[in-house]
Structure formats: structure tokens, C-alpha cells
């Protein structure tokens, strides 16, 4: 059971560049969600996704798309990186999105845009 | 909207001196609180949390943290600190956003264990 994973775990863009961030989890979730980590400001939510097929804005999609492929897999997409996307950046999981649920976290993807 | 204020961006401790933590939040509803910890180049794990119930609630590695509704304070404790503690905490509050739950983070507090 290797609960949340995410790939890659490192990449250096370029301003402008694209790229896709890949959160995979294999615990049967509904619910999973993309986060930020800033210096200071602890994690922001970016997008989130309640159910398979379904996808909604956080405090701070501007600049980014995300895709939930399947149950597993909910993806992060960033068309025109900026350096201010330089960031850690999180997927989380849980089950039924009720309030006191837990959520799981991968390992993080660490992002520098140049 | 839900929100979480954790009192000192750094905290150190020597090893086996009481850790505390300080998390207090402001909410509209009856809250539901997290705190979770940080290991270097590693993801959130979750310490304990509180729904409905018992205020003192106990987590892992010997963590606890106390409810208190009159003072809207979530503050985690560790009677006796190890090295092994040192780690980034952050505190949650978890909130409703169309139908799904958001956790609304602390902006984190790092804590050093002196030997």
C-alpha cells in the first residue's frame, strides 16, 4: 500500500514552460486535492476534486489546470510557469469529503521556475 | 471563513523538556481540528485530531493536544522532547467548501531540540 505518490519529486522550469505534476493514490479515495507550500504561509489549497469527475477552484488556481483522471489519479497542470509558482507542492487524498476526515499527504513535488 | 493562527514560527526546546506548541483558531461552526507534522523533504503526517468528544485527544510519538472552546485554542504538547521531534508542526481547521472539505493551514511552527 503505497498510499499517495507523486512524480516528479524535483524539476527546474524555465518561465513559460509547461508541465504536468502526477499524483497517483491507491486507498479507494472520492476526494483528493492539490495544495501549496510558501515559506510561512502554510499550505494553500489549489484545486480539489470531491469525486471522480468533478473539479473545483481552491484559494489559488490562477495559473493552473488540473485534470482527475480516474478514481486514482488527479493531475496538476501548469501551461505557463511563472517564478512565483516556485513552490513545494502537495496532493492530498481522503475519503467521502466530510469535515472531520482525514487527509493524506504524498511526499511533495519541490518546483523552481526560472 | 475558517482560519488558524499558530503562535511562534520557532520553537526550541531542549531534549526532554516539555514541548507546547501554541494553535488557536477562529471558527463559525464547531470545529473540527487537525495537527499535523512535517519531517525534512517529506510530506504531512497527521498527529492526532479532534471531531466530537473527549477534548483531550492523543496522538502518536506521545503528542496530546487539549480542546478549549472558551479560549478557541487547539494547543499541542509533548511532556518530555526527543531529537527525533524535530520537525515542522502545522495546525488545521477543517472547512466546507461546496460540498467538499478544505483544511485551512497555520503558517507552520518549526521546532529545535537542543541536546
Known amino acids: 500500500n503505497a498510499g499517495v505518490t507523486q512524480t516528479p519529486k524535483f524539476q527546474v522550469l524555465k518561465t513559460g514552460q509547461s508541465m504536468t505534476l502526477q499524483c497517483a493514490q491507491d486507498?479507494?479515495?472520492?476526494?483528493m486535492y492539490w495544495y501549496r507550500q510558501d515559506p510561512g504561509m502554510g499550505l494553500r489549497l489549489i484545486y480539489y476534486?470531491?469525486?471522480?469527475?468533478?473539479?473545483d477552484k481552491g484559494e489559488v488556481p490562477n495559473g493552473y489546470n488540473v485534470s482527475r483522471l480516474n478514481k486514482r489519479e488527479f493531475s496538476l497542470r501548469l501551461e505557463s510557469a511563472a517564478p512565483s509558482q516556485t513552490s513545494v507542492y502537495f496532493c492530498?487524498?481522503?475519503?467521502?469529503?466530510?469535515?472531520?476526515?482525514?487527509?493524506?499527504f504524498g511526499p511533495g513535488t519541490r518546483l523552481l521556475v526560472l | 471563513a475558517q482560519s488558524v493562527t499558530q503562535l511562534g514560527s520557532h520553537v526550541s526546546v531542549s531534549e526532554g523538556a516539555l514541548v507546547l506548541l501554541r494553535c488557536n483558531y477562529s471558527?463559525?461552526?464547531?470545529?473540527?481540528l487537525f495537527w499535523y507534522v512535517q519531517y525534512p523533504n517529506q510530506g504531512l503526517q497527521l498527529l492526532l485530531k479532534?471531531?466530537?468528544?473527549?477534548?483531550l485527544v492523543k496522538g502518536i510519538n506521545g503528542f496530546e493536544a487539549e480542546f478549549k472552546k472558551s479560549e478557541t485554542s487547539f494547543h499541542l504538547t509533548k511532556p518530555s522532547a526527543h531529537m527525533s521531534d524535530a520537525a515542522e508542526y502545522f495546525c488545521?481547521?477543517?472547512?466546507?467548501?461546496?460540498?467538499?472539505?478544505?483544511?485551512?493551514f497555520g503558517q507552520g511552527t518549526r521546532l529545535t531540540i537542543n541536546p
Open positions: 492530498a487524498s481522503s475519503r467521502p469529503p466530510n469535515l472531520g476526515e482525514t487527509q493524506y
Open positions: 486507498m479507494n479515495h472520492n476526494s
Open positions: 476534486s470531491a469525486s471522480e469527475g468533478t473539479t
Open positions: 471558527s463559525s461552526v464547531p470545529p473540527y
Open positions: 479532534y471531531t466530537t468528544g473527549a477534548t
Open positions: 488545521a481547521v477543517s472547512d466546507r467548501i461546496q460540498g467538499a472539505q478544505k483544511l485551512v
